[in-house]
């Protein structure tokens, strides 16, 4: 059994900052790209970063420059800095990562989300 489970989300004025983190856990062989997809109301889910096992990153390019995306393979983690929110970065906030268990083949696992909110 593998599970994302995510936090560090809330509530912040624009102009602030957050940190999320997602750890993975459960019988883990091989953590390949880990990522991060966010979801406003009525809209899409769409990608915000990604991370691959080497440290290579991709950015949506909105994004570029504000949020950043790295993680730590010893823990299982994956992080989001976000600086210098917006109100139009509402939205609930999805981990994911391409995980091989021991017992069977790579998939890909979601964690439940964690919200953020920006205040004007």
């Known amino acids: 059994q593998v599970q994302l489970v995510e936090s560090g989300g809330g509530l912040v004025q624009a102009g602030g900052s957050l940190r999320l983190s997602c750890a993975a856990s459960?019988?883990?062989?091989?953590?390949?790209?880990m990522g991060w997809y966010r979801q406003a109301p009525g809209k899409q889910r769409e990608l915000v970063a990604a991370?691959?096992?080497?440290?290579?990153?991709n950015y949506a390019d909105s994004l570029k420059g504000r949020f950043t995306i790295s993680r730590d393979n010893a823990k299982n983690t994956v992080y989001l800095q976000m600086n210098s929110l917006k109100p139009e970065d509402t939205a609930i906030y999805y981990c994911?990562?391409?995980?091989?268990?021991?017992?069977?083949?790579?998939?890909?696992?979601w964690g439940q989300g964690t919200q953020v909110t920006v205040s004007s």
């Open positions: 459960g019988s883990i062989f091989v953590i390949n790209a």
């Open positions: 994911n990562a391409y995980i091989q268990p021991y017992t069977s083949r790579t998939d890909r696992y």
């Open positions: 991370i691959t096992s080497g440290g290579n990153t």
